[in-house]
């Protein structure tokens, strides 16, 4: 399929997305499945997997303490786009720390504008709308992957 093919929030079965998905777009893509087929996709691609919480605790606990909300996404965006490869990002949960005031989905797409970016997704699907948390903690949320210009892999 074409990127022109897809509207905002695009859903993809991980059954029917191609390998070109991978190779030529420019938007994030945001994994709910990681099916084996997906994983050769990504490898095929040379996508370097990047875990930022560690990363991002080791700079920011250098930072001021009432600076680092200003800071969090910044820094967060200096350490993805830095080694200039195609990145699958992982272990990204400090984002959505209620104190960063972070709309992570936007974040990712901001980033893709620098670098070829997949999401492994921490949370869930349902119904359009990709969840972290439950509505019980504080650091929930919920976006409705139609005001995004992402492709979600199911």
């Not at 509207?7 to 997305?17: C, E, F, N």
């Not at 420019?26 to 990681?34: A, G, N, Q, W």
Request: aromatic share 10%; glycine share 4%.
């Amino acid at each position: 399929m074409k990127e022109s093919e897809y509207s905002l929030g695009a859903l993809i079965k991980s059954s029917q997305i191609s390998k070109d998905v991978f190779e030529k777009f420019t938007v994030p893509i945001v994994l709910c499945s990681f099916a084996p087929r997906i994983k050769r996709f990504i490898a095929d691609g040379k996508f370097e997997e990047l875990g930022l919480n560690k990363l991002l605790a080791e700079n920011l606990i250098k930072k001021d303490a009432g600076l680092r909300p200003q800071l969090a996404a910044d820094e967060a965006m200096k350490i993805i786009a830095s080694p200039q490869v195609p990145v699958l990002l992982t272990d990204y949960e400090m984002l959505f720390d209620p104190r960063y005031k972070i709309d992570v989905i936007k974040f990712f797409c901001e980033l893709s504008r620098r670098v070829k970016i997949i999401v492994k997704w921490c949370g869930r699907i349902d119904n359009n709308h990709l969840l972290y948390a439950t509505p019980a903690h504080e650091d929930f949320h919920s976006y409705n992957i139609e005001n995004y210009d992402i492709i979600c892999v199911i």
